[in-house]
């Protein structure tokens, strides 16, 4: 039943954990989509599952090697796509495929590749403990801290990156900072929707937001605000029926979110059409 997240401590974690996500996915989610980068943080995650088996292989937590690999990865995956070698289709599938064959070959030597690892993917978010739900609302933390420090830089090469550098920002860096803030999300959020979905949170809620919006700093509003909302929705669904997956009902819930944000936006430009004259 819905009432058990609020009178229960797992309820209340589980709602505290994805009212995290929810809010601060967008915040990246807003910079990547701006600057094309949408699957970016998706390497990221599939990279991510590659770090988990190779924590458990050398005796840390998942979570430890997750950070890691979604960091080192972040560098090359940037790395990449500097250098002209991430500007087509074959070169983010080749990075994806790595990461879901090298986690599945580590979990399967670790003698980890079981039902443990649809959690992986898809999140274990009834079952966080307290200390799961202060790594997530500590990371958090930092991904909205960092934001708020660089946002005009950030913001500045998201619109126009040769304007940026031609004003005397340290692009790269920032580009650097970026793909860094969406490695610790993606860590943050594995727990919450899985390293297969995580990335979704980062990017419907932003198309949804642009769909209404007509400047970057609205359709970031937008876009936490539906972040945050398909997390209590979709955790309430998942609740109330029982056995439904979490991660999978607050991405669904955000996509019909987006469904409807384009359809009022549609309207929204129809009903504003200049008429033409003769």
């Known amino acids: 039943m819905i009432d058990v997240l609020f009178t229960s401590d797992f309820g209340r974690r589980a709602l505290l954990a994805a009212t995290v996500v929810g809010l ?5 989610g807003a910079f990547l989509v701006q600057r094309r980068l949408s699957l970016v943080g998706d390497g990221i995650g599939h990279l991510a599952l590659a770090g988990v088996a190779i924590g458990v292989l050398v005796g840390v937590s998942g979570v430890a090697g997750a950070m890691v690999v979604a960091l080192l990865g972040a560098v090359l995956l940037e790395g990449l796509r500097v250098r002209g070698r991430l500007t087509g289709d074959l070169s983010l599938a080749l990075v994806f495929y790595l990461g879901i064959a090298a986690g599945a070959v580590g979990l399967s030597l670790a003698g980890r590749f079981d ?8 999140g274990t978010l009834f079952a966080l403990s307290w200390a ?12 909205v801290g960092a934001v708020l420090v660089l946002y005009r830089p950030l913001l500045a090469v998201a619109l126009d990156e040769d304007t ?16 860094a803030l969406t490695a610790l999300l993606v860590v943050g ?17 932003v198309a949804a937001g642009s769909k209404v919006a007509h400047s970057f700093r609205a359709t970031l509003g937008w876009a936490v605000g539906v972040g945050a909302a398909s997390a209590w929705l979709g955790l309430m669904v998942a ?10 009902t607050i991405v669904l819930t955000a996509i019909v979110a987006f469904v409807g944000f384009a359809l009022v936006g549609r309207r929204t ?10």
């Open 24 to 28: 601060v996915a967008p915040v990246v």
């Open 239 to 248: 609740a109330w029926h029982g056995g439904l997956v979490p991660g999978g």
């Open 269 to 278: 430009a129809v009903g504003h059409r200049p008429r033409r004259t003769a």
């Open 115 to 122: 039902t443990s690892v649809l959690g992986v993917l898809f």
């Open 164 to 179: 940026a550098r031609a004003g005397g920002l340290p692009v790269d860096a920032l580009n650097l900072a970026l793909v």
């Open 189 to 205: 959020g594995m727990r919450v929707v899985g390293l297969l979905l995580v990335a979704a949170l980062m990017v419907v809620p």
């Open 132 to 143: 799961d739900v202060g790594v997530i609302a500590l990371l958090g933390a930092i991904v």
